[in-house]
């Protein structure tokens, strides 16, 4: 994973992800995350999303997608047909690879988009998942060996994390 000098641009985006993180319901089972999709051409959010924001146990990468493709009236699974051609993903923590619930863990989700050879071609994330829930995630590295570039973008990460972990209990009170 590349890590990025501390552009504006960046963490603009990256705080606007970390706004829609806190919306998301404190629980000591998940991280709470903020996503946002973004058309790099013209510098405009066309989706956003949280954890927990769409029903069921969704992660806010998910929701982004979900919440696109309603928009579009389209599956999911057809997305990358109407992304426009240079979407960034800015995501304040790294897509999931594993999710204990079963369900398609982000990572995937982003590797099935770009299958047609387009899709989202670059994720900007603003800290590393904790190895807290599923051990190390091998999501970045699965995104990168498919040519999706991953940005690691320093500047928020204590912050990132406070909000990401609200709700866990303590190690202390365990």
């Not at 998301?24 to 973004?38: D, E, Y």
């Not at 992304?83 to 304040?92: A, D, G, M, R, V």
């Amino acid at each position: 994973m590349e890590t990025g000098k501390v552009s504006a641009g960046h963490l603009t985006y990256l705080r606007q992800a970390l706004d829609l993180a806190r919306l998301s319901p404190p629980k000591p089972t998940n991280f709470r995350v903020g996503a946002l999709l973004l058309n790099a051409s013209t510098n405009t959010v066309i989706a956003t999303g949280y954890t927990l924001e769409c029903p069921g146990n969704t992660h806010a990468e998910q929701c982004c997608f979900i919440k696109f493709s309603q928009a579009h009236n389209i599956p999911e699974d057809q997305l990358a047909d109407v992304l426009p051609e240079h979407t960034i993903l800015y995501t304040t923590m790294e897509p999931c690879a594993k999710r204990l619930s079963g369900n398609v863990s982000c990572s995937e989700r982003i590797l099935r988009l770009g299958e047609t050879g387009k899709g989202i071609r670059k994720v900007v994330v603003g800290v590393r998942e904790p190895e807290k829930f599923v051990g190390e995630n091998e999501g970045r590295r699965k995104l990168e060996d498919a040519g999706i570039e991953v940005l690691l973008v320093k500047g928020l990460e204590e912050e990132i994390l406070e909000v990401a972990t609200a709700g866990h209990v303590p190690a202390s009170d365990r």
